[in-house]
C-alpha cells in the first residue's frame, strides 16, 4: 500500500501566500481599471457640466443686456411717438397731409405688406393735388398672388412696386410735381420720363418704383450642448 504525500506546514504556508498575493494582483486590477473607466466618465461628465454652465452664463448675460435694449427701445418710441410735432413738421394729433403720429409716418413710407390697390389709390391722391396739372392716367402690374409668400421674412430686405403715370400741365407745374414726389416720405425711385408737347402743355409719362418690406420673423431657436 502506498503511503500519502505528506503537506509540509512550510508548504501550505507558501500555497496560501501566493493565493493571497493572487486575489491580492485580481481585486487591485479590478479596482484599477473601475478607477480609470470612472475617472474618463467624471471627466466627461466635468468637461460636459463646464459647458452648459458657459451656455448659460452667456445666455444670461445675452439676456439681460437684450432686456436693457427693450427698455430703451420702449422708452425711445413712446418719446417718438409723444412728440406734438411729427418729423414732416405736422401735428402729431390731426388729420392733415403732413399730419399723423410719427410710428405711423414711418409704416406709411415703408409699409410691411403689399398693398398695390392701395399704393395707386394714395399716389393718385398725390398727383392730382398738384394745381394746374391733371393726371392722364396712372396703373402698373398688380403682383398680389406673387408677392405672398414675400410678406415676412428674417432677414427683410425693401421690395420694389413698380408703377407708371401721365400728367399733363405747364412744364413749370410739371417740375413743381416731380419735386413733389422726390421729397415724398414714401421712398419713389423715377426710372424713366418722356416728356412731349410745349412749355405751356407738357405732358410727362413716368415709370417709377416705390418699395414695401416685409416683416421681420423674431426667430427663437434653441442650441444643442454636446
Known amino acids: 500500500m502506498a503511503k500519502s504525500p505528506k503537506i509540509t506546514t512550510k508548504r501550505l504556508k507558501l500555497d496560501q501566500t501566493n493565493t493571497i498575493i493572487v486575489v491580492t494582483i485580481s481585486i487591485a486590477a479590478i479596482v484599477a481599471v473601475f478607477t480609470i473607466v470612472a475617472s474618463k466618465t467624471l471627466l466627461s461628465q466635468y468637461s460636459y457640466q463646464k459647458r452648459v454652465i458657459s451656455a448659460e452664463s452667456t445666455s444670461e448675460s445675452l439676456f439681460k443686456a437684450d432686456a436693457t435694449a427693450a427698455n430703451n427701445l420702449s422708452s425711445s418710441y413712446l418719446s417718438f ?70 410678406q415676412t421674412s428674417i432677414h427683410p430686405s425693401p421690395v420694389a412696386m413698380p408703377f407708371n403715370f401721365s400728367v399733363t400741365g405747364p412744364y413749370a407745374n410739371v417740375q413743381t410735381l416731380i419735386e413733389t414726389l422726390q421729397r415724398s416720405i414714401r421712398p419713389i425711385s423715377i426710372q424713366t420720363i418722356d416728356l412731349s408737347g410745349s412749355d405751356a402743355q407738357l405732358t410727362a409719362s413716368v415709370t417709377a418704383n416705390t418699395y414695401y418690406q416685409p416683416e421681420e420673423i423674431f426667430n427663437i431657436s434653441s442650441e444643442s450642448i454636446k
Open 81 to 150: 411717438i409723444s412728440s406734438s410735432t411729427n418729423v414732416l413738421g405736422g401735428s402729431s394729433s390731426g388729420t392733415g397731409t403732413n399730419d399723423g403720429n410719427n410710428a405711423q409716418i414711418v409704416l406709411d413710407a415703408l409699409p410691411s405688406k403689399y398693398d398695390y390697390p392701395g399704393l395707386l389709390s394714395s399716389m393718385e391722391q398725390v398727383l392730382s393735388s398738384n394745381p394746374n396739372t391733371t393726371l392722364s392716367s396712372i396703373g402698373g402690374t398688380d403682383e398680389q398672388l406673387t408677392q405672398q409668400s414675400n
